[in-house]
């Protein structure tokens, strides 16, 4: 079994992608899990969801579930599948359900300001 802990993020959280802010938030959470870098999940009110198209993409995490996908539509261009979320986490997973995580990148920031 993955250890995964999840944990108000301390601080503010941005995320921003081809020059938009999508969000901030007071309230994300940070998830650790071992193995992989830590992620930071946003708040959906505190993402401008206007800028997401939902992708067919899925994929399962046998520890959180089945996730959702999203491209970032800004207005030069389309990030595929750049965030996701787990609208049915699996126990012990619940908060994070109705969080969006985003892919870190080239095109898309997420940092602490």
């Not at 941005?14 to 946003?42: C, H, K, M, Q, T």
């Not at 800028?51 to 261009?77: M, N, Q, W």
């Not at 965030?83 to 892919?103: Q, V």
Request: glycine share 8%; aromatic share 10%; charged share 30%.
């Amino acid at each position: 079994m993955s250890d995964i802990k999840i944990r108000s993020a301390e601080g503010t959280w941005v995320v921003r992608a081809g020059g938009a802010v999508l969000g901030e938030s007071r309230n994300a959470l940070e998830l650790s899990e071992d193995g992989y870098p830590d992620v930071i999940y946003f708040p959906r009110e505190d993402i401008a969801t206007a800028f997401l198209d939902e992708s067919d993409r899925t994929s399962h995490c046998p520890h959180k579930g089945d996730a959702s996908y999203y491209s970032i539509v800004t207005k030069s261009r389309t990030i595929d599948d750049a965030a996701w979320s787990y609208e049915n986490p699996l126990d012990g997973m619940e908060r994070i359900k109705g969080y969006l995580a985003f892919h870190g990148n080239d095109d898309v920031t997420v940092e602490r300001v």
